[in-house]
């Protein structure tokens, strides 16, 4: 009987060594102590430049003059929420899980040389950089790894939409933005040919509440109108207008800005402004909700 005890001993001791050599081969490890840690760290308030380079495709985001832009593969101003949230997101990166250390498995996470590179950078030094990986099988959860190092760690959240986007998912949308309360007069152009003899009109603020043109009152018609007018949107964003100036379909003018509408042949609207070098295009509806007629504003008697 003691003799079967000492085996037993024995076995259970070798067992023991042999679980521990395990857990120390790279790429089995496990390290509760990370779990809970941020993957990276630095002050988000201090970050004035994004690298971002995913899909054979670099893109670059600097703050200038205390606002965001990509300045590659184009200039253009910067969609501010976006890069916010991007900034935001990587100093939240809360390690879940230490998964490899064998640098051979990176590429079963994708974070090896091809994965999603980010570099964030605070007063022109780089102060993380870190490679984006797949979402795990839960899909709470994406594989994430330092570059440099070769932990692979599982952290939380899907980063693929923050830090993997289209060039265009990166630009600023916006065609014209004010506060409602800043407009008080908006001009209406159109030509001639277009339609019946209100081809030029201006709605005017009579007060806080009240709107007119001329001495007609204006219906509720016009709570809509300036909704989608404060804050009008692009549906995508075009280098060569489809359009000449002898195709202008009507003009809008608020706050100083002038919005030009162009039709296409395929119904679409090429919009110009002139408070910027750029085209844009919007669908022939989102048009239609500020192309308006002065019978779509004045109240029925």
Known sequence: ????????????????????????????????????????????????????????????????????????????????????????????LSVTGLISTNPEKQSLYAVDSAGTLVKIFANNNAVASLRIGKPSSNWTETYARKEGSNEVYTVSGTLGPIFIRETDNWRDKTIFKADQNTINEVKFLYPAKRGPADTTFALVRKDTVNWAIGKDSVGSAV???????????????????????????????????????????????????SAAPYWFSVSEWKAGQLLKRKSDFVSSK
């Open 1 to 92: 009987m003691k003799r079967n005890s000492t085996i037993l001993l024995g076995i259970l001791v070798l067992l023991a060594i042999g679980t521990y050599l395990v857990l120390q081969q790279e790429g089995e490890q496990s390290r509760a102590s990370s779990v809970g840690d941020p993957l990276v760290k630095y002050d988000s308030a201090s970050v004035d430049k994004l690298e971002i380079f995913a899909n054979g495709n670099t893109i670059v985001l600097e703050k200038q003059a205390g606002k965001w832009m990509l300045t590659s593969p184009s200039t253009y101003p910067a969609d501010e929420t976006a890069v916010t949230a991007a900034v935001g997101k990587g100093k939240e």
């Open 223 to 273: 709570t809509n109108f300036l909704n989608y007018l404060s804050n009008f949107q692009t549906d995508e964003f075009i280098s060569t207008p489809q359009t000449t100036a002898k195709d202008l379909a009507g003009m809008i003018e608020v706050n100083g800005t002038q919005l030009r509408f162009y039709k296409r042949p395929d119904n679409k609207y090429d919009v110009q402004t």
